[in-house]
């Protein structure tokens, strides 16, 4: 195979990015979180968010490549609307976004950084025993980007999801370094080398649970908003190829054990004609995250009435 043949082989899967799932839907929480395991099931009420006399309100944002830039529209959307998020959990490109938005980077900031993003920052080649490259330049560019160090730190609340490899359970990340969990979050199998995070070795979140609203619950949300990406995937005609194949028999198998999303309000935005490796149509995806928000913002007002502490 030729190099040139092999790049466009990769971005092929990095385009596939967090559709592992692709029906966009999480299963229950059954790993290891610092708050959330059954070892520290007693001390979990300590970590659970609440706004006296208001309803929490949890963003969860799904994986889905390059075409989580979409929830940079939704949540410009939601801050227009004046809309509170006061928790986020997310899934691989759900992760970057949370993570960035969690420790006060705008949507208009998040847009500029997009647009000087190349799929080359990502790329840093490694020994290909567990992965063609490191995270390494992930890891890099997050850290340009925020200022908080740990979980811990951040302004909003954030929990991520990632895969252990070494038993196939759901990890639930939401202490320790922002810029390794995150990392360990988006790292998609074989593309990426596996994480090493507190003695596992983890993967891309969209293994297990691609768009982690039922996280969001647990935290204390009382309103779950969830922006799901995974209906972008399409089957038109026939496979043509090798990786198409492949891709679309994996995507299958997946979608065969998928669950129902705990959310109140499900986002979808309508990403038809763009794909995970469009980098350069990024304004256009933005737009379609917002037009989808804008459609529910409605229905979200109304929810936050009826949900008011105190008036039910």
């Given amino acids: ?17 967090s559709f592992f799932l692709a029906a ?5 929480v059954n790993g290891v979180s610092a708050e959330f395991n059954e070892e520290n099931e007693e001390t979990a009420p300590e970590n659970v968010i609440s706004r006296e006399g208001e309803p929490v309100v949890g963003l969860a944002l799904s994986g889905g490549g390059g075409l989580g830039i979409a929830h940079i529209g939704v949540i410009a959307v939601l801050l227009e609307n004046g809309i509170p998020i006061d928790l986020i959990t997310g899934t691989s490109a759900g992760a970057i976004v949370g993570a960035l938005f969690s420790d006060g980077v705008s949507p208009e900031q998040m847009e500029k950084i997009v647009e000087e993003l190349s799929w080359s920052d990502f790329l840093v080649a490694s020994v290909p025993e567990l ?18 160090e740990n979980f811990e730190d951040l302004a909003i609340p954030l929990a991520v999801v990632a895969t252990n490899l070494d038993d196939g359970e759901e990890i639930v990340i ?6 390794k969990g995150v990392a360990a979050s988006a790292a998609i199998p074989v593309i990426f080398k596996p994480v090493e995070y507190e003695g596992m070795f983890l993967v891309d979140g969209g293994l297990v649970n691609n768009l982690p609203s039922d996280i969001a619950r647990e935290m204390g949300a009382d309103i779950v ?25 994996y995507n299958i198998l997946q979608r065969s054990h998928s669950v129902p999303v705990d959310a109140d309000i499900e986002i979808h935005p309508d990403l038809k004609g763009v794909t995970g ?11 379609r995250g917002r037009e ?12 936050l009435k009826e949900k008011k502490k105190g008036e039910n």
């Fill in 277 to 287: 490796t469009d980098l350069d149509k990024y304004r256009e995806i933005i737009t």
């Fill in 174 to 179: 939401n202490s320790g370094s922002i810029v």
């Fill in 292 to 303: 989808a928000a804008e459609e529910v913002v409605p229905d979200i007002l109304t929810l």
């Fill in 1 to 17: 195979m030729e190099k040139r043949d092999l790049f466009l082989l990769l971005l092929a899967f990095l385009a596939l990015g």
């Fill in 225 to 249: 908003i969830a922006v799901n990406l995974a209906d972008n995937f399409r089957f038109e005609g026939r496979p043509q190829g090798l990786i198409e194949t492949g891709i679309r028999s």
């Fill in 131 to 148: 992965g063609f490259f490191s995270t390494e330049g992930l890891e890099k560019k997050i850290k340009e980007h925020i200022q908080s």
């Fill in 24 to 28: 966009g839907c999480g299963t229950d």
